[in-house]
């Protein structure tokens, strides 16, 4: 079984600042990792995934995330917020051999203040 | 291509009735992952359907089932409603088998049983 933990339920940051969302797994078997933002009123995004290779991932809309196996983590970064980036924030795990099956973290909800 | 639509998108139920969602994937997708989202528990797994089939299932009790047509849409049927049952369902879809493709999420239907 895979289990996410979110380290922070809210994160409040000023616009132009940088962002830091913490995510740590756990699951004795190799996992897909992902980030999802989920908008008011409004159904799951995929932001960016890791499935092998570069460790350092990114999105188009300037997020990065970086895989670290010896800590077992997935930190989501931006190193300049919008407004627009205000929005809730999931990390996902999926067990390579379990189809597709999600398991989430409790959420990060990043207010950005003008 | 139109995204992933979720019918009805408001749902108001009373106790122990029995309630239908339905789920349309984007054209061309097969496999079809069912979500349940409260303020409580968070994003839980349901089930997930590819090709008509269930391959996975979450922890949930047997009140909720769903199936998968042939034309890959996809229903989730939730009988003798409890107070808990109350949430943001959510449904997605995604093209191939493997949990590496992306998953496209729908806005979701938001079920109040009261």
């Known amino acids: 079984a895979q289990s996410v933990t979110q380290l922070d339920s809210q994160v409040p940051v000023f616009e132009e600042a940088p962002v830091e969302l913490r995510c740590n797994y756990s699951?004795?078997?190799?996992?897909?990792l992902f980030w999802y933002v989920q908008y008011p009123n409004q159904g799951l995004q995929l932001l960016l995934k890791?499935?092998?290779?570069?460790?350092l991932v990114e999105s188009i809309n300037g997020f990065e995330a970086e895989f670290n196996k010896s800590q077992t983590s997935f930190h989501l970064r931006k190193p300049s917020v919008h407004i627009s980036d205000t929005a809730e924030y999931f990390c996902?795990?999926?067990?390579?051999?379990?189809?597709?099956?999600?398991?989430f973290g409790g959420g990060t909800r990043v207010l950005v203040k003008p | 291509k139109a995204g992933v639509t979720q019918t009805p998108r408001y749902l108001i139920k009373t106790r122990g009735q029995q309630v239908t969602l339905s789920c349309s994937p984007i054209?061309?997708?097969?496999?079809v992952s069912w979500y349940q989202q409260t303020p409580g528990q968070g994003l839980q797994f349901l089930f997930e359907?590819?090709?008509?089939?269930?391959?996975n299932k979450g922890n949930f009790p047997g009140r909720f089932s769903g199936r998968q047509f042939s034309n890959s849409r996809s229903e989730m049927n939730v009988s003798t409603l409890e107070l808990g049952d109350s949430a943001l369902y959510l449904c997605?879809?995604?093209?191939?088998?493997?949990?590496?493709?992306?998953?496209?999420f729908g806005p979701g239907t938001r079920l109040l049983v009261l």
């Open positions: 997605a879809s995604s093209s191939l088998a493997g949990n590496e493709e992306t998953q496209y």
């Open positions: 699951s004795s078997v190799s996992v897909y």
């Open positions: 890791y499935l092998s290779g570069s460790t």
């Open positions: 996902a795990v999926s067990a390579r051999t379990a189809g597709n099956k999600l398991t």
């Open positions: 054209s061309g997708h097969r496999s």
């Open positions: 359907y590819f090709s008509e089939t269930q391959r």
